[in-house]
């Protein structure tokens, strides 16, 4: 895919990503509005978030499918409006295309957008995710998206997935250990 054509089709260049043109109105006009953060520092991090971690996360959503300009961009609008229903979506994302025209992970631009988003309310946002693998790379994610904004404080936790085979098995353990001690006489 020609990236020049993109750029005629209503993809502007920023930092080895094109973005949709609604997009970058969006993120520049309205998300950075009341920020510190410049929009060239906003893309340079989410060009080295996608080169970091868009391999890994592409790797763990196989099967998801690529989400729609118009669909993305309202999903980074309803977050800024509710912020308590912040949603990490899962596939990529055609709102924003790598250097060689593949659409990147969606959730690296939602990762980056809710940083935003909770800097600027002070909030403090706890996510969930699906897997143990899931919710360390989002962990990694966040870390590395406030190294890259230079914020000093942590707004996103990430609750990992309880297992529930594990908790049962450490249950049955205690009770297979307490049970004899239970049953020994002193006679």
């Known amino acids: 895919m020609n990236t020049s054509q993109h750029s ?25 509005a009341n920020s510190s953060v410049a929009s060239s520092q906003f893309f340079e991090a989410l060009s080295v978030l996608v080169e970091e971690f868009g391999g890994t996360y592409r790797r763990l959503n196989q099967n998801n499918n690529e989400m729609a300009c118009e669909d993305h961009l309202q999903q980074c609008q309803k977050s800024t ?11 990529s994302s055609k709102a924003i295309l790598d250097e060689y025209s593949c659409a990147i992970p969606s959730c690296i631009l939602d990762v980056l957008t809710t ?7 002070n909030m403090m946002l706890s996510l969930s995710t699906s897997n143990p693998e899931e919710a360390e790379l989002m962990e990694a994610v966040f870390k590395r998206a406030h190294d890259l904004m ?13 297992d529930n085979v594990a908790c049962i098995a450490q249950a049955r353990q205690r009770a297979e ?3 004899p001690q239970a049953m020994v006489s002193h006679g």
Do not use: C, W
């Open 81 to 91: 409006q509710a912020p308590t229903s912040i949603n990490i979506s899962r596939g």
């Open 115 to 121: 940083t935003m988003i909770a800097e600027q309310q």
């Open 150 to 162: 230079g914020l000093t404080k942590q707004h996103i936790e990430v609750i990992r997935p309880v």
């Open 8 to 32: 005629g089709q209503g993809y502007q260049h920023r930092d080895n990503l094109f973005i949709d043109a609604p997009l970058l109105t969006f993120i520049e006009q309205q998300l950075l």
């Open 177 to 179: 250990y307490a049970e």
